[in-house]
Protein backbone atom coordinates (compact mmCIF):
# COMPACT_ATOMS: atom_id res chain seq x y z
CA UNK A 1 0.00 0.00 0.00
CA UNK A 2 1.07 3.54 -0.76
CA UNK A 3 1.81 6.41 2.18
CA UNK A 4 2.48 9.51 2.09
CA UNK A 5 4.80 11.07 4.90
CA UNK A 6 5.14 14.83 5.68
CA UNK A 7 7.69 15.60 8.38
CA UNK A 8 6.72 19.45 8.66
CA UNK A 9 3.34 19.93 10.61
CA UNK A 10 3.21 23.61 11.44
CA UNK A 11 5.78 26.09 9.72
CA UNK A 12 6.05 29.88 10.49
CA UNK A 13 7.90 32.18 8.60
CA UNK A 14 8.24 35.61 7.53
CA UNK A 15 7.94 37.07 4.56
CA UNK A 16 10.93 36.95 2.39
CA UNK A 17 12.08 33.79 3.80
CA UNK A 18 12.67 30.47 1.94
CA UNK A 19 10.44 27.73 2.40
CA UNK A 20 11.48 23.43 1.97
CA UNK A 21 8.46 21.55 3.46
CA UNK A 22 9.49 17.69 3.56
CA UNK A 23 7.62 14.77 1.30
CA UNK A 24 8.61 11.31 1.49
CA UNK A 25 6.56 8.13 0.35
CA UNK A 26 6.28 5.05 0.17
CA UNK A 27 5.39 2.81 -2.61
CA UNK A 28 7.89 0.31 -5.02
CA UNK A 29 6.59 1.06 -8.15
CA UNK A 30 6.16 3.82 -10.55
CA UNK A 31 3.67 7.22 -9.15
CA UNK A 32 2.92 10.38 -9.93
CA UNK A 33 3.29 12.90 -7.03
CA UNK A 34 1.19 16.20 -5.85
CA UNK A 35 1.56 18.90 -4.02
CA UNK A 36 -1.82 20.96 -2.96
CA UNK A 37 -2.82 24.00 -1.50
CA UNK A 38 -6.04 24.91 0.32
CA UNK A 39 -6.19 28.63 1.68
CA UNK A 40 -8.42 29.06 4.63
CA UNK A 41 -11.72 28.04 4.00
CA UNK A 42 -11.18 27.46 -0.08
CA UNK A 43 -11.02 23.96 -1.59
CA UNK A 44 -8.27 22.18 -2.64
CA UNK A 45 -6.15 23.71 -5.41
CA UNK A 46 -2.98 22.25 -7.30
CA UNK A 47 0.27 23.83 -7.08
CA UNK A 48 2.47 21.34 -9.05
CA UNK A 49 2.50 17.61 -10.05
CA UNK A 50 5.36 15.11 -11.53
CA UNK A 51 5.14 12.32 -13.86
CA UNK A 52 8.03 12.06 -15.24
CA UNK A 53 10.73 13.64 -17.09
CA UNK A 54 12.66 16.38 -15.33
CA UNK A 55 12.52 15.53 -12.06
CA UNK A 56 12.44 19.06 -11.25
CA UNK A 57 8.88 20.52 -11.81
CA UNK A 58 7.54 24.17 -11.42
CA UNK A 59 3.86 24.88 -10.16
CA UNK A 60 1.97 27.64 -10.27
CA UNK A 61 3.18 30.92 -7.76
CA UNK A 62 6.49 30.46 -7.90
CA UNK A 63 6.47 27.24 -6.08
CA UNK A 64 8.81 24.58 -7.04
CA UNK A 65 9.23 20.92 -6.23
CA UNK A 66 12.40 17.94 -6.74
CA UNK A 67 11.57 14.02 -6.89
CA UNK A 68 14.48 12.30 -5.79
CA UNK A 69 14.10 8.76 -6.81
CA UNK A 70 16.27 7.17 -4.62
CA UNK A 71 14.98 9.52 -1.38
CA UNK A 72 11.47 9.14 -2.12
CA UNK A 73 11.02 12.48 -1.51
CA UNK A 74 9.24 15.22 -3.31
CA UNK A 75 9.64 17.86 -1.23
CA UNK A 76 8.43 21.51 -1.83
CA UNK A 77 10.19 24.75 -1.94
CA UNK A 78 9.72 28.33 -2.77
CA UNK A 79 13.04 30.55 -2.70
CA UNK A 80 10.51 33.75 -1.19
CA UNK A 81 7.32 32.99 0.84
CA UNK A 82 4.49 35.67 1.07
CA UNK A 83 2.07 36.82 3.41
CA UNK A 84 -0.25 35.58 0.95
CA UNK A 85 1.10 31.99 1.16
CA UNK A 86 -0.21 31.19 4.78
CA UNK A 87 -2.17 28.02 3.67
CA UNK A 88 -2.10 24.35 4.47
CA UNK A 89 0.15 22.09 2.02
CA UNK A 90 -1.00 18.50 0.86
CA UNK A 91 1.42 16.03 -0.83
CA UNK A 92 -0.11 13.06 -2.38
CA UNK A 93 0.76 10.46 -4.43
CA UNK A 94 -0.65 8.33 -6.99
CA UNK A 95 0.59 4.81 -7.25
CA UNK A 96 -0.93 1.51 -8.47
CA UNK A 97 -4.11 1.72 -6.72
CA UNK A 98 -4.82 4.58 -8.62
CA UNK A 99 -6.46 6.69 -5.41
CA UNK A 100 -4.76 9.57 -4.49
CA UNK A 101 -3.51 9.25 -0.91
CA UNK A 102 -2.25 12.38 0.89
CA UNK A 103 -0.06 12.94 3.92
CA UNK A 104 -0.90 14.72 6.65
CA UNK A 105 -0.67 17.87 5.82
CA UNK A 106 1.68 21.32 6.22
CA UNK A 107 0.27 24.43 8.20
CA UNK A 108 2.22 27.27 6.45
CA UNK A 109 1.73 30.68 8.47
CA UNK A 110 4.03 33.91 7.09
CA UNK A 111 3.82 36.78 9.03
CA UNK A 112 3.80 39.90 7.06
CA UNK B 1 -8.82 21.36 -17.73
CA UNK B 2 -10.75 18.74 -16.25
CA UNK B 3 -13.26 20.20 -13.82
CA UNK B 4 -15.51 18.69 -11.17
CA UNK B 5 -18.42 20.05 -9.36
CA UNK B 6 -19.43 19.35 -5.88
CA UNK B 7 -22.55 20.52 -4.57
CA UNK B 8 -23.52 22.40 -1.65
CA UNK B 9 -20.62 24.17 -0.67
CA UNK B 10 -21.74 24.62 3.04
CA UNK B 11 -24.84 23.13 4.82
CA UNK B 12 -26.80 23.05 7.95
CA UNK B 13 -28.56 20.59 9.13
CA UNK B 14 -30.55 19.57 12.26
CA UNK B 15 -29.46 16.19 14.39
CA UNK B 16 -31.12 13.48 12.88
CA UNK B 17 -32.05 14.61 9.33
CA UNK B 18 -30.16 13.71 6.30
CA UNK B 19 -28.18 15.50 3.56
CA UNK B 20 -27.09 14.53 -0.18
CA UNK B 21 -23.88 16.10 -1.48
CA UNK B 22 -23.84 15.53 -5.48
CA UNK B 23 -20.47 15.52 -7.23
CA UNK B 24 -20.40 16.11 -11.01
CA UNK B 25 -17.70 15.99 -13.83
CA UNK B 26 -18.89 18.20 -16.07
CA UNK B 27 -16.17 17.48 -19.25
CA UNK B 28 -15.24 14.32 -18.58
CA UNK B 29 -16.77 10.76 -17.95
CA UNK B 30 -15.85 9.27 -14.48
CA UNK B 31 -16.68 5.77 -14.16
CA UNK B 32 -15.28 6.09 -10.48
CA UNK B 33 -15.10 8.79 -7.96
CA UNK B 34 -13.34 8.74 -4.37
CA UNK B 35 -15.00 10.68 -1.23
CA UNK B 36 -12.59 11.92 1.53
CA UNK B 37 -13.58 13.52 4.77
CA UNK B 38 -11.35 16.09 6.38
CA UNK B 39 -11.56 17.22 9.88
CA UNK B 40 -9.77 20.07 10.93
CA UNK B 41 -6.77 20.70 10.83
CA UNK B 42 -6.07 17.11 9.89
CA UNK B 43 -5.59 15.26 5.60
CA UNK B 44 -8.05 13.75 3.78
CA UNK B 45 -9.41 10.77 4.50
CA UNK B 46 -10.67 8.40 2.03
CA UNK B 47 -13.88 7.12 3.26
CA UNK B 48 -15.18 5.18 -0.11
CA UNK B 49 -14.61 4.28 -3.34
CA UNK B 50 -17.92 4.97 -5.75
CA UNK B 51 -18.37 2.84 -8.93
CA UNK B 52 -20.67 3.80 -11.58
CA UNK B 53 -23.34 1.07 -11.44
CA UNK B 54 -22.17 -0.67 -8.77
CA UNK B 55 -21.83 -0.57 -4.92
CA UNK B 56 -19.23 1.73 -3.57
CA UNK B 57 -16.62 0.37 -1.91
CA UNK B 58 -16.02 1.63 1.92
CA UNK B 59 -12.95 1.86 3.86
CA UNK B 60 -12.41 0.39 7.12
CA UNK B 61 -14.18 1.84 9.60
CA UNK B 62 -16.75 4.26 7.26
CA UNK B 63 -20.13 3.33 8.31
CA UNK B 64 -22.08 2.13 4.58
CA UNK B 65 -25.60 2.82 5.83
CA UNK B 66 -24.61 5.54 7.53
CA UNK B 67 -23.09 7.65 4.44
CA UNK B 68 -24.59 6.01 1.62
CA UNK B 69 -23.44 5.98 -2.06
CA UNK B 70 -24.96 6.19 -5.07
CA UNK B 71 -23.27 6.58 -8.63
CA UNK B 72 -26.57 6.54 -11.26
CA UNK B 73 -24.65 8.23 -13.97
CA UNK B 74 -21.19 8.38 -15.80
CA UNK B 75 -20.83 11.85 -14.37
CA UNK B 76 -22.32 11.92 -11.22
CA UNK B 77 -21.70 10.47 -8.14
CA UNK B 78 -24.24 11.24 -4.56
CA UNK B 79 -22.92 10.69 -0.88
CA UNK B 80 -25.67 11.02 1.80
CA UNK B 81 -25.15 11.28 5.08
CA UNK B 82 -28.15 9.92 6.57
CA UNK B 83 -29.35 10.37 10.20
CA UNK B 84 -26.61 13.05 10.58
CA UNK B 85 -24.77 13.45 13.90
CA UNK B 86 -22.97 16.58 15.44
CA UNK B 87 -19.83 14.47 15.04
CA UNK B 88 -20.80 14.08 11.19
CA UNK B 89 -19.87 17.54 11.31
CA UNK B 90 -17.31 17.94 8.61
CA UNK B 91 -15.71 18.91 5.23
CA UNK B 92 -16.52 16.34 2.47
CA UNK B 93 -14.41 16.16 -0.98
CA UNK B 94 -14.95 14.20 -3.97
CA UNK B 95 -12.57 13.30 -6.31
CA UNK B 96 -12.68 12.13 -9.77
CA UNK B 97 -9.63 10.45 -11.51
CA UNK B 98 -8.43 11.78 -15.15
CA UNK B 99 -8.80 9.38 -17.97
CA UNK B 100 -6.06 6.83 -17.37
CA UNK B 101 -5.90 7.48 -13.74
CA UNK B 102 -2.70 9.70 -13.85
CA UNK B 103 -4.32 12.37 -11.76
CA UNK B 104 -7.68 13.29 -9.84
CA UNK B 105 -9.60 16.70 -9.95
CA UNK B 106 -11.18 17.40 -6.51
CA UNK B 107 -14.55 18.75 -6.38
CA UNK B 108 -14.32 22.34 -3.94
CA UNK B 109 -15.82 20.22 -0.92
CA UNK B 110 -18.80 20.45 1.25
CA UNK B 111 -18.85 21.83 4.52
CA UNK B 112 -21.44 19.81 7.10
CA UNK B 113 -22.32 21.33 10.44
CA UNK B 114 -25.07 19.26 12.35
CA UNK B 115 -26.70 21.03 14.81
Known amino acids: AQSVSQHNHHVILSEAASLELGCNYSYGGTVNLFWYVQYPGQHLQLLLKYFSGDPLVKGIKGFEAEFIKSKFSFNLRKPSVQWSDTAEYFC??????????FGRGTSLIVHP | GAVVSQHPSRVICKSGTSVKIECRSL??????MFWYRQFPKQSLMLMAT?????????EQGVEKDKFLINHASLTLSTLTVTSAHPEDSSFYICSAPSTGSTEAFFGQGTRLTVV
Open chain 2, 27 to 32: DFQATT
Open chain 1, 92 to 101: AVLGGSYIPT
Open chain 2, 50 to 58: SNEGSKATY
